[in-house]
């Protein structure tokens, strides 16, 4: 959806008003207008479904192990996890959403860790690789991927061209995320094997009703 400058005349009580508004709503006056101009016109922009599927992110986490924080018109979204691992270090994942409207990556999830511990780090490589390597030999689009300075990186990508809900988005967004923590602290935890994570995606591939 492009947008174009345009010239309005508006009173300035108006303007101070929608500032105002704007401000508490976490956006500009550009795009707070904008918003109104199109929800008055039934209009569904690409911010206000970005804002629609974290929102019901947000929901589905609810007060579960992974703890969602949700800020109303922002492109991202965070989450964080603890490992069960000895001082039970935090995992913060981000959820970056930049565009809705074609077949290709319409965002990326960031796995942000810190930690001293070269034990736990190796850990965590170990298994970032391994994930790499399975989708890469599962999925049928190719991802992109990337591994520096206590961060992973993994694009979303919307495999077929069709015109998904924002509810149907946020629960594949949601379910590939929860998968992924649980994955991430079986393994760390030592509970569960390279062989035991393959064939647990290969039925999270198959029982998925949107591959992202």
């Not at 039934?42 to 579960?64: A, H, K, Q, V, Y």
């Not at 170990?126 to 990186?153: C, M, N, Q």
């Not at 949601?174 to 393994?187: G, H, R, T």
Request: glycine residues 4%.
């Amino acid at each position: 959806m492009g947008k174009s400058l345009y010239s309005l005349i508006l009173s300035d009580e108006v303007i101070r008003k929608i500032d105002v508004l704007a401000h508490r709503n976490g956006t500009n006056r550009s795009n707070y207008i904008n918003q109104i101009l199109a929800e008055h016109a039934s209009i569904t922009t690409p911010e206000r479904r970005i804002n629609d599927i974290f929102g019901l992110i947000n929901d589905f986490f609810g007060n579960g192990e992974i703890v969602p924080n949700y800020v109303p018109n922002q492109t991202s979204m965070s989450l964080k996890s603890c490992l069960e691992y000895r001082y039970r270090p935090t995992m913060r994942y981000d959820v970056e959403l930049y565009n809705m409207t074609y077949k290709s990556a319409v965002g990326k999830l960031n796995v942000q860790f810190r930690t001293t511990s070269s034990e736990l780090l190796d850990l965590l490589v170990e298994f970032f690789k391994l994930w790499i390597a399975i989708e890469g030999r599962t999925l049928p689009t190719v991802h992109e991927y990337d591994l520096i300075d206590g961060k992973f990186s993994r694009s979303i990508v919307i495999n077929e061209v069709m015109d998904y809900q924002s509810n149907e988005l946020a629960s594949a967004i949601s379910e590939y995320v929860k998968f992924f923590d649980n994955s991430l602290k079986s393994y760390v935890a030592g509970n569960k094997s390279a062989s035991d994570i393959n064939e647990e995606y290969l039925m999270f591939c198959k029982n998925a009703k949107i591959l992202i």
